[in-house]
């Protein structure tokens, strides 16, 4: 019996049925969320023994209604978009940061067309402003700096918009300025001005994105949530320090000019959890009604290893 036992279990495993189960991760086709194609390329899901699937989106918020449905286990999204869906209760959880916005290297940007008389954020009260994605971040962080400036937003208007067409967009004069991100803004060097920093309504500095994933899969695989923790928090440290290599990933996934994304700016990655950083996008979107309500990053994340 014990010999038939030892045949069973050989042809389980032989067969695939005892091995550990692919996680299947969604990364942001940008840098903002490009961490985890960075952490296949580089081995370290293998080195942390998991089995991970990695795919490809252009959409961090639809990322979220891809987790909760069960067709990606891990995904990316801007912390305004999982701070929302938490507000509505929708289940996820927030297992680590990731992108960062520095106010200072800025890898968004407000831009208008070279010959614009608009001089700054000022002037964008009664103007069309492309994004892309109304109703997002990206849209509220100028409405916000214009209200911190004492002019009202009221009258903006927005437009939603592909980044790769604004560029074009803004120098045909259909529109007033746009929201650019990079490799947009390298693209476009030359041919648009830059008017300011485009997430600095929000804070000058802040993390603005990170992975989650949904409370279902975290309760079921907590051994894997914590792996995957350490390994987006080695490939962070990774990142920030090989701008070069990651470059050429980066450039494969999205389909990009090489030479242009090592141009770029790019985009910084936190490396350990900061609260303070984490919950600035929370309390101001919340001040200016943007969320119904501010709360406490931490009652949406998941419980960080020891």
């Not at 286990?73 to 992108?99: C, M, R, T, W």
């Not at 300011?196 to 309760?219: C, Y």
Request: proline residues 5%; contains cysteine; negative net charge.
């Amino acid at each position: 019996m014990r010999l038939i036992a030892a045949f069973i279990c050989a042809m389980l495993v032989t067969s695939g049925f005892a091995r550990a189960e692919t996680i299947r991760i969604q990364a942001l086709n940008a840098d903002a969320g490009a961490e985890a194609l960075y952490a296949f390329d580089l081995g370290f899901y293998r080195d942390a023994g998991l089995d991970v699937e990695v795919s490809t989106s252009f959409n961090g918020a639809a990322m979220i209604s891809a987790v909760i449905s069960g067709a990606v286990d891990v995904g990316y999204a801007n912390l305004f978009s999982q701070a929302q869906a938490h507000l509505k209760g929708l289940p996820i959880e927030l297992l680590f940061p990731a992108s960062m916005y520095d106010g200072d290297h800025p890898a968004t940007v407000l831009a208008v067309p070279l010959d614009s008389p608009i001089r700054s954020v000022r002037d964008l009260a009664d103007k069309t402003i492309a994004v892309n994605g109304v109703g997002t971040l990206i849209q509220y962080a100028p409405m916000i700096e214009l209200e911190r400036l004492g002019v009202s937003s009221a009258n903006m208007h927005f437009v939603e918009m592909p980044s790769s067409a604004a560029g074009p967009a803004l120098m045909s004069h259909k529109i007033d300025a746009a929201e650019l991100a990079e490799p947009f803004i390298s693209a476009n060097r030359g041919k648009i001005r830059i008017l300011a920093p485009g997430l600095d309504g929000i804070a000058r500095k802040f993390v603005s994105g990170g992975f989650f994933t949904s409370t279902r899969w975290a309760a079921a695989h907590p051994t894997e949530a914590a792996r995957l923790i350490a390994v987006f928090a080695r490939t962070a440290k990774w990142a920030n320090e090989h701008h070069s290599e990651s470059a050429a990933m980066l450039a494969r996934y999205a389909k990009l000019d090489p030479a242009e994304v090592q141009r770029m700016t790019r985009t910084p990655y936190a490396e350990r959890i900061d609260l303070s950083l984490m919950q600035t996008e929370v309390d101001v979107t919340a001040h200016y009604h943007f969320l119904n309500r501010a709360f406490p990053i931490s009652e949406m994340l998941f419980p960080q290893p020891k």
